[in-house]
C-alpha cells in the first residue's frame, strides 16, 4: 500500500498550519511499515536536518498511490491551489480522506467544519474530529480524535501520583462558554482538596533548548516544555473544551443567540450536547498520568473510536446533576487509579500506532 498526504507548508510560528492530525497518522503508518509521500517535505523532528517525516518524490503522484490524504488545515488557510483539481474525479482508483479537525465556523446562521463543504461530499471518508452523536452529519463522517504524537509522548515527564504537587492545572490559553460553566459551577469543589495552579506560558517565551524552540515554532506556539513539566509534576488537570448546547445549537440566528446568552446569566436551557470539545490538553494530560477533569462526555454524546470510561480512565462532570457530582468527587477514593488507568488506556489506544492501524483497519473495509 502507497499513501499519498497533501499538506500546508511551516509558516512562522504566529501563523503556523500545524497538521497535528497527519502527523500522527503518518508516524504511525512509519510503524507499521506503510510507505508513504507528499506534495512537499514536511515535518523535520530534529532542528536542522535534512530527514522529514513526510518525503516528496518527483517520481510519485498522488494519483498513483492507493490513499490520499488531506486535512481541515489547507481550508483554514485558504490554500485549495495546494490540492489538484483533479482530485475529486469520481472515476478515481485511491481512496480519498479528509480529516476534519477545524473549530466551527459560522456560515448561513449554522455552525459547520470544512468537512461540510459540497465538495466534501465526494471523499471517500471524513475523519471528524469533535463528533457529536447529538448533531446532523453527513454520511462520510466517522469519528475521529487528536490524539497523541511522538512530540508528545516524548515531552512528558510523569512522575509517580504520590510524589506530585496536591495542585489542580487550570492554564487555558482560550476562552470557551464549557471552561466559564465549569469555572463558575464546579471547580470550587475541586479547589476545596487540590490548589490551584493556572500559571500560563508566554507565547513568545524563550525555550531553554534549541529542540523545543524548534518545536514551538513548528506547532504554531503549542509545544512549551515548561507547561508538560508541570503536567508531570501535577495530580490533576482540567481540560474542559467546547460548548455545551441544545438542539437550538444547530441554529444561530441573532434569537438563537440571545437565548443562550441570557442561560449564562440564569441557567435554564437543559444542555444535552458538547459541540468543540476535542483539545491537546486532553490527551496530554490523560498519557501524563494526571487526573483528567471534563464533562461526562458520553452523556453529551461524544463519539470517540474508543471511548473513555468516567470514574475509571477520567473524572466526568455531569452539569445537569452538578450536585451528585461534586460529591462523587468529593467522596471518591480513585483518584489515583483513575489518573493510571487513564495514561495506560490513552497510550493503549491513542499512540501513532494504535491510530494507524484502526485507520487502515478503517479502509480496508
Not at 98 to 110: Q, T, V
Not at 206 to 230: A, F, I, V
Request: charged letters at 25%.
Amino acid at each position: 500500500m502507497k499513501v499519498y498526504f497533501f499538506v500546508h507548508p511551516h509558516a512562522p510560528a504566529a501563523e503556523s498550519a500545524y497538521e497535528h492530525g497527519i502527523i500522527a497518522l503518518a508516524e504511525g503508518l512509519s510503524k507499521c511499515g506503510v510507505k508513504f509521500y507528499g506534495n512537499m517535505k514536511y515535518w523535520a523532528s530534529i532542528p536542522g536536518s535534512q530527514r522529514h517525516l513526510i518525503t516528496h518524490d518527483e517520481n510519485i503522484e498522488y494519483s498513483d498511490c492507493d490513499v490520499v490524504i488531506f486535512s481541515s488545515e489547507i481550508y483554514n488557510h485558504k490554500r485549495l491551489d495546494l490540492l489538484p483539481r483533479e482530485l475529486f474525479q469520481s472515476k478515481r482508483k485511491y481512496k480519498l480522506i479528509f480529516i476534519d479537525s477545524s473549530d466551527i465556523i459560522l456560515e448561513n446562521n449554522k455552525y459547520i467544519t470544512p468537512g461540510q463543504y459540497p465538495e466534501i461530499r465526494k471523499v471517500d471518508l471524513v475523519l471528524k474530529s469533535h463528533f457529536c452523536s447529538k448533531f446532523s452529519y453527513p454520511d462520510n463522517f466517522v469519528p475521529w480524535q487528536f490524539g497523541l504524537t511522538n512530540r508528545i509522548i516524548g515531552s512528558l515527564n510523569p512522575k509517580p501520583f504520590k510524589d506530585r504537587k496536591h495542585s489542580v492545572l487550570v492554564n487555558y490559553r482560550s476562552k470557551h462558554q464549557l471552561r466559564d460553566l465549569a469555572e463558575n459551577r464546579f471547580m470550587q469543589t475541586v479547589y476545596s482538596i487540590y490548589e490551584k495552579d493556572d500559571v500560563c506560558d508566554d507565547l513568545n517565551e524563550n525555550h531553554q533548548s534549541p529542540q523545543d524552540q524548534h518545536y514551538w515554532m513548528l506547532t504554531g506556539r503549542r509545544h512549551y516544555q515548561s507547561y508538560y513539566k508541570r503536567l508531570g509534576e501535577s495530580k490533576v488537570c482540567a481540560v474542559f473544551g467546547g460548548f455545551l448546547q441544545t438542539q437550538l445549537s444547530e441554529r444561530a440566528t441573532i434569537s438563537h443567540r440571545l437565548i443562550r446568552k441570557l442561560d449564562s446569566h440564569i441557567n435554564f436551557l437543559k444542555y444535552d450536547r458538547l459541540l468543540q470539545f476535542d483539545s491537546w490538553r486532553f490527551w496530554e494530560s490523560l498519557a501524563s498520568g494526571c487526573l483528567t477533569i471534563h464533562a461526562d462526555i458520553d452523556k453529551y454524546g461524544v463519539l470517540l473510536p474508543e471511548m473513555p470510561v468516567n470514574g475509571e480512565h477520567y473524572f466526568g462532570v455531569d452539569f445537569s446533576d452538578l450536585h451528585a457530582s461534586r460529591n462523587n468527587f468529593l467522596q471518591s477514593d480513585m483518584h489515583e487509579s483513575m489518573a493510571s488507568n487513564g495514561r495506560n488506556w490513552v497510550l493503549q489506544n491513542y499512540s501513532p500506532e494504535a491510530v494507524a492501524r484502526r485507520f487502515l483497519k478503517l479502509i480496508s473495509g
